[in-house]
C-alpha cells in the first residue's frame, strides 16, 4: 500500500520546522509530529527572548564535532544570508549586538510565527501532544506508531534536538532511534552551561554574584573567548564563561586574563615606575569593578613601591593568568546545547541521511554537530535541515 505520507518529520523545533517547510515547498506530503503542546519552546525562550537567529561570521571552525569538516557542505549550500533574507521577506526586522549576533526586532515568537507561517500548505500536517511508542523500518519505508494513530512514510527525519532543558521538552528520543538501528554515538554532555564552584572559590564567587568583567578565558593557546563573565551563587557565568564550557572537560583548569587589553610582561613594572605612591587599588579602579579588586586582589591597600617582588608576580598571575578549576557544570537543566550525539560519520554530509538505513535522516540538535554561542545553533539547525529538504 501507499505510505501515508512522503515525510514524517519527528520534532517540530528549530530544524523539524526548517525542514517540514522547505519539503512542503518541494511538493511532498509531509506529517510533523511533536511531544509538545506547541512547536519551537527553545526558538521561544532564546537569547532572552529575541531570538539570536543567525550569526554574521558563520564559519565552520566555530562547531565542535569528532569531524570538524562534516557541517561544511551544509552551511555552505544555506548560509545565514539565505536565512535572512527569509526574515527580511517577512517583514521582519534585525540588529547586531555584538560579534556578529543577529537578534529579531520583533522578539522571538516572531521568528517562530515566521517558520509556521512557512509551514502553511494542504500538504503538511501538524500533529501535537502525540507521542511516539516506535519507528519501524518496512520493506519500503517507514511505520510510526503514535498516541494519535499509526502511520507510514516513505522518508523520517529525526529533529527531536538534544537533552538541554527537559524541562520544556528536551528529551533523548533520537539517541533511542540510533541505538535502534545500530547507529554510532558521540558520549552526549551539557554545552554552554555556567560552571560551577566549591570551597573558597565558591565563597568568593557568592561575595561577587552579581559582578561582571571582560576578560579572556581560556584553556589554551588556541581555544580562548574575550567576552563578558560573571560571578553567580554558584560559581560562574556569562558569555566567556558559556563559550568555554564547550570546550572544558572534568578536573581542567580555565585560565582568565582580567586584563586583556594590558600587556604582562610590563604592566606592573610600569605601574611601579609610573604610579609608586598609590595603591593597586587604585590604579586598577579605572580598569575593573572595586568589589572585585577588593575581594580578589588583596591587599589592595598597599603602595605599589612596597609590594615584594613575590607579592607583584603572585599579583601578576592572577590578574594575568589566574587558574580555576571549576568543580562541575551546572547540567542539561539550565544548558543551551548539548554536545555530542549521533556520529556523523552515519550520514552523509550533502543530505543528512543515514548511509546505512537509506530514507532515515537525522538534523539539528540531534546529530554531533555544536554551534557557538551567538546564533551559530540556529544555524546549523537551519543549514541541516535546509541539506536533508533539498535531497527529498
Ligand atoms: P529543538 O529546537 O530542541 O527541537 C526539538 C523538538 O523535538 C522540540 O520541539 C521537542 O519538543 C521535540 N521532541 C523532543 N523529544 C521528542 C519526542 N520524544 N517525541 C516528540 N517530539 C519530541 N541557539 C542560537 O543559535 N541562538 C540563540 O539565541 C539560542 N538561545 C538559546 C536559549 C536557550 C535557553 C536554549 C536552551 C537554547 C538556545 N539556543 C540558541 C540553542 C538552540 O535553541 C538549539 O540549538 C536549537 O533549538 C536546536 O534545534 P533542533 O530543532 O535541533 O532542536
Same mark, same amino acid.
Given at each position: ?139 519500503? $519505508?517507514?511505520?510510526?506508531? =503514535?498516541? %494519535? *494513530? ?5 522518508? /523520517?527525519?529525526? @529533529?527531536?534536538?538534544? #537533552? ?26 551539557? $554545552?554552554?552551561?555556567?560552571? =560551577?564552584? %566549591? *570551597? ?5 564567587? /557568592?561575595?561577587? @554574584?552579581?559582578?561582571? #568583567? ?179
Amino acid at each position: 500500500p501507499k505510505p501515508n505520507y512522503d515525510l514524517i518529520v519527528i520534532g517540530g523545533g528549530a530544524a523539524g520546522l526548517m525542514c517540514t517547510s522547505l519539503a512542503a515547498k518541494r511538493g511532498k506530503k509531509v506529517l510533523l509530529i511533536d511531544h509538545n503542546a506547541k512547536p519551537g519552546r527553545k526558538i521561544i525562550i532564546s537569547g532572552g527572548g529575541r531570538c539570536n537567529f543567525t550569526n554574521l561570521n558563520i564559519q565552520p571552525d566555530r562547531y565542535i564535532s569528532q569531524n570538524p569538516r562534516f557541517c561544511i557542505s551544509a552551511l555552505k549550500r544555506y548560509t545565514q544570508h539565505d536565512f535572512i533574507k527569509l526574515v527580511k521577506s517577512h517583514g521582519l526586522t534585525y540588529n547586531e549586538k555584538t560579534l556578529g549576533q543577529l537578534f529579531c526586532d520583533q522578539k522571538s515568537p516572531a521568528i517562530l510565527a515566521m517558520l509556521q507561517e512557512e509551514c502553511r500548505s494542504d500538504d503538511v500536517t501538524m500533529q501535537y501532544q502525540c507521542e511516539i511508542s516506535y519507528v519501524h523500518k518496512l520493506s519500503s $519505508g517507514f511505520e510510526v506508531k =503514535t498516541s %494519535s *494513530g499509526t502511520v507510514t512514510s516513505s522518508k /523520517i527525519v529525526i @529533529a527531536s534536538g538534544g #537533552l538541554s532543558m527537559p524541562k520544556i521538552g528536551a528529551t533523548n528520543f533520537a539517541y533511542n532511534i540510533a541505538k535502534q538501528f545500530n547507529l554510532s554515538l558521540i558520549p552526549t554532555q551539557p $554545552g554552554l552551561v555556567p560552571l =560551577t564552584l %566549591s *570551597g573558597d572559590k565558591l565563597d568568593l564567587a /557568592i561575595s561577587l @554574584a552579581g559582578t561582571a #568583567l571582560d576578560c579572556n578565558v581560556f584553556l589554551d593557546k588556541k581555544t580562548s573567548f574575550r567576552e563578558n563573565m560573571l560571578f553567580t551563587h554558584r560559581g560562574l557565568s556569562g558569555p566567556a564563561i558559556l563559550q568555554i564550557s564547550s570546550y572544558w572537560r572534568e578536573s581542567q583548569e580555565v585560565f582568565f586574563n582580567f586584563l586583556p587589553d594590558q600587556n604582562p610582561e610590563t604592566f606592573l613594572q610600569d605601574l611601579r615606575k609610573n604610579n609608586p605612591k598609590e595603591t593597586l587599588g587604585q590604579v586598577l579602579k579605572p580598569l575593573l569593578p572595586k568589589k572585585f579588586i577588593a575581594l580578589f586582589l588583596c591587599p589592595p591597600e598597599k603602595a605599589i613601591a612596597q609590594l615584594s617582588k613575590k607579592e607583584l608576580a603572585q599579583i601578576n598571575d592572577r590578574l594575568f593568568r589566574c587558574a580555576i578549576i571549576p568543580s562541575g557544570t551546572e547540567g542539561y537543566r539550565t544548558a543551551e546545547v548539548t554536545l555530542g550525539g549521533l556520529d556523523t560519520k552515519e550520514l552523509s554530509s550533502k543530505t543528512m541521511e543515514v548511509k546505512q538505513v537509506p530514507g532515515l535522516y537525522f538534523i539539528g540538535e540531534a546529530v554531533d554537530v555544536t554551534g557557538w554561542l551567538g546564533g551559530y545553533n540556529f544555524q546549523w539547525a537551519w543549514s541541516s535541515a535546509a541539506a536533508c529538504a533539498e535531497s527529498l
